[in-house]
C-alpha cells in the first residue's frame, strides 16, 4: 500500500490524531493489514457462507 | 503434605474438606509466596490481600460450620485483568482503562465463586490481550518463573508465570488467537482453550468477538477439568453461548487411552513453520509415548498454518478495529505501541475482506471436523521455539506468530497445551491437544496419559 492510499484510508477511518502523532504506526498497521489479507486464500466454493452463520439458530 | 504452594487445586480441596488445611492456612502461605515473588515476575496489577483473606476466613467458618460452597471451596484463583471482577479495577493493562472499576463479576468469576474459589487479584496480560510484552505500560510485562530473562507467553502472561511459580492454583485466562496456550506452553503448564462458546465471555472485555474463549490454567490436568466442570454452561446473555449442557470432563482421566486414535499433524512443524530440533523431538516423544500406551497414531493433513493464521487476522483485526476505532481517534497515545499497530491493522481492511475470511472460516471447519471423524484427538505442535527473551523484542516477534494455535480459534474446536519437556536451555516445551467440539473430557484423558507418563505435573520452575 503506498503511502498516498494509507493516509486517504486513515484519514477516511478518523486516524487524523494518529497520522498526526504516530504516522510510523499506522504505516506499519496499514502493512499488517494488507499482510494479512494478501496471504488469505478466496473461498473454492462460490457458495459458501461466512461463518458464523448469517441465520439464527446455526452455530455450533 | 506438600509445601502449600505445591498443592495442586485437587489436593487442596480434597484437605480442605477434610479439615487437614484451613483455607485461611492455605491463602497465608501463598500471600507471603506473592510479596516475596511478585516483585520480581510482575505476575499481578492488583493483589487484593485484604479481601482474598477476608474470603479465606468466610471459607474457613463455612468449612467448620459444615457449609462448603462447592468443590472449589476455599481455593484461591488469579484473574486475567481483562476479565471483570466486581470490585476491583479492569485495566486490560491499559492507560486507556486505568480507572475502570468493575461493577458486577464476570459469569466465570461468580461461577468460581459459586464454587467456593477466592478471588487474589488481577493479573497482568498483554494490552487489551494483544500488545505485548510491553515496556510503554502503565505497569510492566510479567516474566517467566523458569527463567526471568524471558517471556512467559500471553496475553494471559500472569496467569501463566503464577500458576507456574505457585502463587495460586487455578487462574482464569483467555484465548483469541493462542492466549491461553501460549502462557501454558511457555510456563510448563496446563492450558485449556474450551469449545468456542462453552463458557460465558460475559463481563470479558473483548478483543475479537467470534474468536474470545475463555479457559483455565492449572498446574494439572485434572486441576483443568476440575475448574472447567465448573466455569462451563450456557449463558443466554452471551450472544456466542452454547446451548450445551456441561459435561463430566474428569470421568476419564484414569482410563487409559488404549484403542484411540490420534491424528498427529506433522506439517504444522515440520514444513509450515519448521521447529526447533529440540521442540520437533519432544513432539515425537509424545507421539511414541501415546502410541506405547495403546493409541494409533496417524498423520493427518490440515490447511498450512499460513492459511489459518491469515483468516484469524482479518477477523481478529476486524472485530478488534470496532470495539477500539473510538478511542484509537480519540487517544492513540494512550495505548502502548505493539497494541496501537495491531488494532489499528483493522482500519485498513475491507468489509468484503472481512467476509471472505468468514467463508473461508466455514471451509476451515469442514476440514477438522472431516479429520477428526477418522480420530479421537489431533495431536500438533503449540509453539515452534522455547519462549523469547523478553526483552529481545525483535526475537519476540520472530517467534511470537511461530506457533500453531491459532488454527483453533478459527474453527473452535477444544484445544490443550502442555509441557511436552525441557530444552536443553531449561525452558518448556509445548505439546498441543485438540478435540471435537464439547469433546473436552476425551482431550483430558489423553493429556492426563501424557502428564502420567512424563510426570509433567511434578516439574517445577527452580527454587526462586
Redesign the interface.
Known sequence: MDKATIELLARRAGLDKALAEFPEDVAAAAEQAGGSVARMKAPTDPRAEPWPPMRAGGGL | MSDPHWLTASEAARAIAARKLSPVELMTALLERIGRLDPKLHVFIRLDAEGAMDAARAAEAEIISGRPRGPLHGLPVGIKDIIDVAGLPTTCHSKILIDNTAATDAVCVARLRGAGAIVVGKLSTHEFAIGGPSFDLPWPPARNPWNMDHHPGGSSSGSGAGIAVGLFPLALGSDTGGSVRNPASACGIVGLKP???LVSRRGVFPLSF?LDHVGPLTRTVADSALMLGVIAGHDPLDP?S?A?PPGHYASGLERGVRGLRIGFIRHFHETDLPADPEVAAALENVARTLQGAGTEIRNIRLPTL??F???N??IL?SEAWAIH?PW???R??DYG?LA??????????SAG?Y?????????M?ATVEDALRDVDVLLCASAMDPPSRIEDAAETERTYPRQARTPFNVT?HPALAMMAGISSGGLPLSVQFVGR?FGEATLFQVAREWERAAGTDEKHPPVM
Request: positive net charge; without cysteine.
Open positions: 469449545t468456542y462458546g467470534t456466542g452454547a450445551a499460513g492459511e493464521g491469515a483468516v487476522r482479518v483485526q476505532g484509537l481517534r480519540e492513540p497515545g505501541q496501537r499497530r495491531r488494532l489499528m491493522a483493522g482500519a485498513f481492511i475482506d467476509v471472505q475470511a468468514g467463508r473461508r472460516r466455514l471451509e471447519i473452535g467440539y
